[in-house]
């Protein structure tokens, strides 16, 4: 499964509250996600408004993903910034993968401004039926069902 636990979520909001006050050193904000599990896949959305496609970049070492992304903006010489409220620079996000997904297997879509992640679960993890040999009397195996919550053996 995916981890939901980011150590590093309050301390960065709290380090965005303190160097953005009166709008100076205004530090890039974490990108906004949501995660789901659908049968065999765990999917992430991570929004990058504005964000150049060729800018993101997805590592994966041991069981963290990393994302990063770039957005910039120039101003034109001679303009005079009124305001400037858009979180500009590098932005990173860690998802911590559980064992029983495949990383190996990642996908990665960008559009329209929307980073979605398809991770699927690994074969290992996926419920499977279990071969059960019959004790005295009987020498032929019969399946049970691991996937359903109801496994009885059938005579």
Same mark, same amino acid.
């Given at each position: 499964?995916?981890?939901? /636990?980011?150590? /590093? ?16 050193? /205004? ?31 997805? +590592? ?5 993903? +990393? ?23 590098? /932005? ?64």
């Amino acid at each position: 499964m995916l981890l939901r /636990f980011d150590p /590093f979520r309050e301390v960065e909001r709290e380090l965005d509250r303190l160097t953005s006050f009166g709008g100076k050193g /205004f530090r890039p904000a974490t990108m906004p996600m949501d995660a789901w599990r659908h049968g065999d896949h765990v999917y992430v959305r991570i929004d990058l408004p504005g964000v150049d496609p060729s800018t993101v970049d997805l +590592t994966v070492e041991r069981n963290v993903l +990393t994302v990063t992304a770039e957005r910039a903006w120039q101003k034109e010489d001679g303009a005079q910034v009124l305001v400037a409220e858009r979180p500009q620079g590098r /932005f990173s996000r860690q998802l911590f993968l559980g064992e029983g997904l495949d990383p190996d297997r990642i996908e990665a879509t960008y559009d329209a401004g929307v980073l979605t992640i398809h991770v699927p679960v690994a074969e290992q993890a996926k419920p499977r039926k279990v071969e059960v040999a019959m004790g005295t009397g009987s020498t032929q195996p019969h399946a049970i069902d691991a996937t359903s919550k109801d496994a009885t053996a059938a005579a």
